[in-house]
C-alpha cells in the first residue's frame, strides 16, 4: 500500500488558521498564491537562490519555493500581506517608500520579509552587515543601497 499522495495541513496564515489539502510535493510558495491566493509572494527562479518568495515561518526567513507546505503543521507563516494592520503600514514597508528602495517591485516582498528578519534576528550593526545577512535577496534592478538604507532606518527605530 502506498503513501497518500496529498495531506491535510493546519497552519497560521497571515493570523488567520487555515487548514488545507495538497499534494504532498507543494511548496509553501504554491500554496500561498494557489490555494490561498495570497499572491504577494513571489516565484522568481523556484530554485532558493533569488529571494522573491521569502516569507517568515515562525519568525524564521525561509524561501518559500523550497519548503514543502506539508511539513509545516502548526506553523505560523507571516507573509507581506500580513505585515500591515489595516491602513498602517509595518515600518519596513514605510521605509521602502521613504527611501525609494524599490523601482520594478518584483523582489519588494521578499526584500521587506528578508528585512524584517534581518532586524528580527539582530543583524543590522552596519550596511555591510546588513548586506551580507540581505545576500540571498536578489534585486535585478540594483537598489541595493536604497533597501539597506530602508533596513537601517527601521533596525534604528527599534
Excluded at 88 to 98: M, N
Excluded at 109 to 123: A, N, R, Y
Amino acid at each position: 500500500m502506498g503513501a497518500s499522495a496529498s495531506s491535510r495541513v493546519s497552519l497560521t496564515v497571515n493570523g488567520t488558521r487555515r487548514t488545507v489539502t495538497v499534494d504532498n510535493r507543494t511548496s509553501l510558495l504554491d500554496l500561498l498564491r494557489e490555494h490561498l491566493d495570497l499572491t504577494g509572494s513571489k516565484k522568481g527562479c523556484n530554485a532558493g537562490a533569488c529571494g522573491a518568495c521569502t516569507v517568515l515561518v515562525d519568525g524564521q526567513r525561509v524561501n518559500s519555493c523550497l519548503t514543502l507546505a506539508v511539513r509545516l503543521e502548526g506553523a505560523e507563516v507571516t507573509t507581506i500581506e500580513g505585515l500591515a494592520h489595516g491602513d498602517e503600514l509595518h515600518p519596513l514597508q514605510q521605509a521602502f517608500i521613504d527611501e525609494d528602495a524599490f523601482q520594478c517591485g518584483y523582489c519588494t516582498p521578499g526584500q521587506i520579509l528578508s528585512g524584517v528578519g534581518c532586524i528580527q534576528e539582530g543583524h543590522t550593526n552596519s550596511p555591510e552587515e546588513i548586506r551580507e545577512w540581505m545576500s540571498g535577496n536578489i534585486c535585478r534592478c540594483g537598489c541595493y543601497v536604497k533597501i539597506v538604507r530602508a533596513v537601517e532606518q527601521t533596525a534604528a527605530r527599534k
